[in-house]
């Protein structure tokens, strides 16, 4: 394929110093991938040229924490089958890509539909965003209080541990997903809530970290009490979704470690729009969506260094990374680094060598294109004009 030179009225470009918005320069794609700026002035007359002049243009966006098992759809429905979760993971594959997610970490589910659906985007049977697979997340042993559809796979102590990360691996994961403490109880207090749960050991989770990163990929886990957070940094997991109980004496260990915080703000402020028509009480409602970290504590994070990163960890459709995006506005970050998170941040923490979230040379040409510029209104990512993955228009 010969190249192309992407015009825009500006590139997102953000960097250490802010947003280079590469003005007076064109996008050069090859073969699907970025190959660099270069000056307008600088094309030949015979370049292949794609106009999106009067648009503003970024790296497709990531979501670190796409539930494809469980998804509620717009009217509330509800999957009560492996039939019915596969046919709302498609939707939500859909959904996600025009929403401008080019890439889509999975939270696991049930038998393997994660590695099903990125088998048949890539087959080209339907579009979809780019899906990195968990298959069976993991969870400590007692874990029956989890739906059906989540597809969990108990494990008890370092040894089984140590062989279940391996054969996950070898099965085709390329991330591994750990509910690191799951509910004995539910309470509409959520820190009631927080406090009865089976909590994964530091051994056994250090024993997966280990796993995964000989294996060339990150453990990504879902911590909501206290503990659990702990043992997660003192193993070293890349990244902790939800993280209710995260206190600020954790902030500096997370900064050095580099483990990055996902906190799920998405699926709080959607469950109290939409919980009551698909079903849930108005207690776990309440719970679901109180159990968040403050917008106070995540500024901190920020500010201590902490690594921010998009991951939605949401089973509604409508709940998709832009209004994750809006709702870490809402909570004190910049636009440029609520998109930080949903780009380069959150690429960081899929595989070490990642080539998304960013317009970096040899990266995918994932590339979303809106009508203003979002520095200057994040709202701009409601309004899509198009989107590619990969040189290609969706």
């Known amino acids: 394929m010969a190249k192309s030179a992407i015009f825009s009225t500006g590139f997102i470009d ?46 497709g966006l990531i979501d670190t924490a796409f539930l494809p098992g469980l998804i ?30 080019t890439s889509a970490a999975s939270m696991g589910a049930v038998d393997n539909l994660d590695i099903d659906l990125l088998r048949s985007i890539n087959d080209r049977r339907f579009k979809g965003s780019r899906i990195y697979p968990a298959l069976t997340p993991l969870a400590p042993v007692g874990a029956s209080n989890f739906h059906t ?13 140590r062989r279940t990360v391996r054969e996950l691996i070898k099965n085709g994961a390329e991330r591994v997903v750990i509910y690191a403490d799951v509910p004995l109880e539910f309470h509409t207090d959520p820190h009631e809530t927080s406090r009865h749960r089976l909590v994964f050991s530091t051994d056994e989770l250090s024993e997966m970290v280990a796993q995964a990163k000989q294996a060339g990929c990150f453990v990504h886990a879902q911590a909501i009490s206290t503990a659990a957070i702990e043992n997660c940094i003192q193993a070293g997991v890349r990244s902790i979704g939800c993280a209710f ?39 776990v409602i309440s719970m679901v969506s109180s159990q968040r970290i403050t917008p106070d504590l995540l500024v901190s994070a920020h500010q201590a260094g ?21 709702e870490l506005n809402r909570a004190g970050l910049s636009p440029a680094d609520a998109l930080r998170a949903a780009t ?32 200057g209104n994040l709202e701009a990512l409601n309004h899509i004009h198009n989107v590619m993955v990969e040189g290609t228009v969706q």
């Not at 089958?81 to 596969?86: D, L, P």
């Not at 597809?151 to 370092?158: F, L, Y």
């Not at 902490?306 to 809006?326: H, M, P, Q, S, Y």
């Open 149 to 161: 559809l989540y597809g969990v796979r108990e494990v008890s102590g370092a040894e089984d541990a």
């Open 306 to 326: 902490v690594e921010i990163v998009c991951g939605t960890n949401t089973a509604f459709l409508a709940g998709d990374v832009v209004r994750e995006c809006l």
């Open 72 to 101: 509620v759809s717009e009217d509330g429905a509800r999957p009560q089958s492996f039939g019915e979760s596969a046919w709302q993971a498609i939707q939500a594959a859909k959904t996600w890509l025009m929403s401008g997610v």
């Open 245 to 283: 109980g995260l206190k600020e004496t954790h902030l500096p260990a997370l900064a050095e470690k580099r483990i990055a915080l996902a906190p799920n703000f998405a699926l709080g402020a959607t469950i109290s729009e939409k919980g009551i028509a698909a079903g849930f009480s108005e207690g």
């Open 14 to 59: 953000l960097t250490n110093n802010g947003v280079d918005y590469h003005e007076d320069e064109a996008l050069i794609i090859e073969d699907g991938h970025i190959i660099g700026f270069d000056k307008r002035s600088n094309l030949a007359d015979d370049t292949n040229v794609i106009d999106y002049s009067g648009y503003f243009c970024l790296p």
């Open 344 to 375: 380069q941040n959150g690429a960081a923490t899929l595989k070490p060598y990642v080539e998304c979230g960013s317009f970096r040379s040899h990266h995918f040409a994932d590339l979303v294109f809106v009508e203003d510029d979002p520095i």
